[in-house]
Every structure is written in C-alpha cells, then in structure tokens.
C-alpha cells in the first residue's frame, strides 16, 4: 500500500519507531490499531501483532531453570 507522509512526518514516525525498537511499518500498525480501538472500532476478528525478534532469556529451551531442564 502507497501512504503519502509529509517528509518531517515520516522522520518523526521513523524516530519513534526506533525509539520503541520498531519498523515504521510496525509502528503505523501500532498507532491505527490503537486509534481503532480508543474509537471503538477495532473488529473483534483482528488476531494481536505478533510478537517479533529473539524470545526471552529465560524461555530459551535447554537453559538452566527452564521447563525442559
């Protein structure tokens, strides 16, 4: 999908979004889907934003204190 953004907003966006450890995509996401749901809007079918990058520490399976120890 094409979005047009005034410049200065994008960098601010793309700021942001590195800031809260986001793309700008993911960002975007997460502000409509926020804006939805204050508005009441959001459609109860929208599964959650997945979560991305390395799981926890102390989820890593084989480590000391894990479940599979």
């Keep these: 999908m094409l979005l ?3 410049p ?4 601010a966006l793309a ?15 997460f502000l409509l889907r926020k ?7 959001l459609p109860g ?7 991305r990058g390395r799981p926890p520490r102390d989820a890593a399976p084989g480590e000391a204190g894990s479940p599979a120890d």
């Design 8 to 11: 200065a907003v994008h960098d």
């Design 45 to 51: 079918s929208v599964r959650p934003i997945p979560r």
């Design 15 to 29: 700021r942001w979004a590195n800031d809260e450890l986001r793309s700008a995509n993911a960002q975007i996401e």
């Design 4 to 6: 047009r953004l005034d």
């Design 35 to 41: 804006a939805l749901s204050d508005a009441g809007r």
